[in-house]
């Protein structure tokens, strides 16, 4: 049953995703320097078109470097030795940015949330006053935690930031923008960074930062200079020059002007609109073949879903999805390895790829000893997507 040839693979990974063929064409185009006139119209082009995906006013800055990167770049343009720091820490992504500020000498106080679950409004607003007479910094949050599959209500948790403290909101977008609506002034986020390779449909190896009013106030004023990571280089450097401090990735950034192409012609809200609906699919397919979701209704991400199997081993489901389908999903992360299986749907993913993905896994289940419910899953998600429609 494995797949016969070898360019059908089928990537349902959160991270890296497939990339779409005019991606891969423009990034085939000829190179340019990064000190020329060609690439100050092409990083001016993309860092302006991206505004709308980021929600902010302000020109997107690239790095070349994976997402991670630009978490540490939020945590060093903004919180310095001793600088006391909240970061909500609701999976390992939560937790990577705990780890990167107390690497960096900040005094941490992590608000630990249920893996699996999503921190309320109520939860943060509790722990800011539980810390009452502490100067708060910045405030750490995931946007979507892809370790669980939960997108956070960052609209609520930046209004909660701004009525209760002074601090800067600063956020890991990395596996949701590219899917999902935000504004930066009206959210209240100061910082939002993301990576090329997730719903942006590129290849790895960039990394996005977007800032409002307040975060570029904070970049600019930043007492210690870093070096790679110094925003205040990227922001000068674009605003003299129209380029970047160091020579860029520059075949992604052509990449990444083929993708707002790609966005404009969809709608930046089809665009959102097409990832509820893949959630949606998911998840209705999903619970007809009586598979557990690891999160609720509420807390579910567009972007990626993670399934709790019970009786039946979520690595076992994982392997033979890709030995006989070439499907590549992907496995739980620390607490959750072992239990969960996850399948990304962001980016460059129609409700036709969901549908294949769902088939597989109804062979699959029956290749486990299930009673076959071949059609089962499909025939659901057809019903949401006709729905759509
Ligand atoms: C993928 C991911 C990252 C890490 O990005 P890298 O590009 O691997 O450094 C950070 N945060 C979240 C939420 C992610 O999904």
């Given at each position: 049953?494995?797949?016969?040839?070898?360019?059908?693979?089928?990537?349902?990974?959160?991270?890296?995703?497939?990339?779409?063929?005019?991606?891969?064409?423009?990034?085939?185009?000829?190179?340019?320097?990064?000190?020329?006139?060609d690439?100050?119209?092409?990083?001016?082009?993309?860092?302006?078109?991206?505004q709308p995906v980021f929600g902010t006013k302000h020109p997107v800055m690239i790095l070349t470097s994976s997402g991670t990167s630009a978490l540490e770049a939020a945590v060093v343009n903004t919180?310095?030795?001793?600088?006391?720091?909240?970061?909500?820490?609701?999976?390992?992504?939560?937790?990577?940015?705990?780890?990167?500020?107390?690497?960096?000498?900040?005094?941490?106080?992590?608000?630990?949330?249920?893996?699996?679950?999503?921190?309320?409004?109520?939860?943060?607003?509790?722990?800011?006053?539980?810390?009452?007479?502490?100067?708060?910094?910045?405030?750490?949050?995931?946007?979507?935690?892809?370790s669980t599959g939960v997108l956070n209500p960052i609209h609520a948790l930046g209004k909660v930031v701004k009525e209760k403290t002074d601090a800067l909101f600063l956020v890991d977008?990395?596996?949701?923008?590219?899917?999902?609506?935000?504004?930066?002034?009206?959210?209240?986020?100061?910082?939002?960074?993301?990576?090329?390779?997730?719903?942006?449909?590129?290849?790895?190896?960039?990394?996005?930062?977007?800032?409002?009013?307040?975060?570029?106030?904070?970049?600019?004023?930043?007492?210690?200079?870093r070096f790679y990571l110094d925003l205040k280089r990227y922001v000068d450097t674009y605003e003299k020059q129209k380029s970047t401090p160091f020579t860029p990735a520059v075949s992604l950034i052509q990449g990444a002007q083929a993708v707002c192409d790609m966005i404009e012609e969809e709608g930046w809200v089809n665009v959102i609109k097409r990832h509820l609906l893949l959630r949606d699919m998911i998840r209705a397919g999903v619970r007809e073949l009586g598979l557990p979701l690891l999160t609720s209704e509420a807390d579910a991400s567009p972007t990626v879903t993670a399934v709790k199997p019970e009786g039946i081993s979520a690595p076992d489901i994982q392997k033979a999805l890709k030995k006989d389908f070439s499907i590549t999903i992907a496995g739980g992360q620390k607490d959750l390895k072992g239990k969960i299986f996850r399948i990304g749907h962001m980016g460059y993913c129609t409700p036709f790829d969901v549908l294949k993905v769902l088939s597989a896994l109804e062979l699959t289940l029956a290749k486990f000893g299930q009673t076959p419910r071949f059609g089962a899953a499909v025939k659901k998600a057809e019903e949401v997507w006709v729905q759509h429609v």
């Open positions: 049953m494995s797949s016969l040839f070898l360019d059908q693979t089928y990537l349902f990974t959160p991270g890296p995703t497939p990339i779409p063929n005019q991606v891969n064409a423009a990034m085939a185009r000829p190179m340019i320097g990064h000190r020329s006139p690439f100050s119209v092409l990083i001016e082009d993309v860092a302006t078109r991206l919180v310095h030795e001793g600088d006391h720091a909240i970061v909500i820490v609701a999976g390992s992504f939560g937790d990577r940015l705990a780890t990167i500020a107390e690497n960096y000498g900040a005094t941490v106080h992590r608000l630990n949330i249920e893996w699996g679950k999503s921190c309320s409004p109520e939860q943060l607003e509790a722990f800011i006053d539980s810390l009452a007479g502490t100067p708060i910094k910045a405030v750490f949050g995931t946007f979507n935690e892809t977008g990395v596996s949701c923008i590219g899917a999902v609506p935000v504004d930066m002034e009206k959210d209240n986020i100061d910082l939002l960074v993301t990576s090329s390779q997730k719903a942006l449909m590129l290849p790895p190896g960039l990394a996005f930062v977007a800032f409002s009013d307040k975060g570029l106030k904070a970049i600019r004023e930043c007492p210690e200079r």
